[in-house]
Nanobody
Framework: QPQLVESGGGLVQPGGSLRLSCVASGFTLDRYAIGWFRQAPGKEREGVSCTSISDGPTYYADSVKGRFTISRDNAKNTVYLQMNSLKPEDTAVYVC?????????????WGQGTQVTVSS
């Protein structure tokens, strides 16, 4: 059964950092692009970042460029999202999803999400 499980969320003060992890099971990541999405209360889901297959391009939303870094470790079947200089507007549930080869999708598998709260 293909599955994605996120972890690493929590409460952090503005300016702080978190590293989210997305662990895949039931399939291997080497043929999949992994995207991170987020949804805040009352807002639509938005794409945050994506890493295509190994050595392929990575993408970032303008709102997180220069602050977030996506990386993948295929040996561990894991994708990370390093989030620095966090702002209150980054507060959301962060979800990872897998699409075969390309960040354009379609996304076949979705995780349950991890809550990130940025507040003083």
């Amino acid at each position: 059964q293909p599955q994605l499980v996120e972890s690493g969320g929590g409460l952090v003060q503005p300016g702080g950092s978190l590293r989210l992890s997305c662990v895949a099971s039931g399939f291997t990541l080497d043929r999949y692009a992994i995207g991170w999405f987020r949804q805040a209360p009352g807002k639509e889901r938005e794409g945050v970042s994506c890493t295509s297959i190994s050595d392929g391009p990575t993408y970032y939303a303008d709102s997180v460029k220069g602050r977030f870094t996506i990386s993948r470790d295929n040996a561990k079947n894991t994708v990370y999202l390093q989030m620095n200089s966090l702002k209150p507007e980054d507060t959301a549930v962060y979800v990872c999803a897998a699409a075969e080869y390309y960040c354009s999708g379609p996304y076949d598998y979705w995780g349950q999400g991890t809550q990130v709260t940025v507040s003083s």
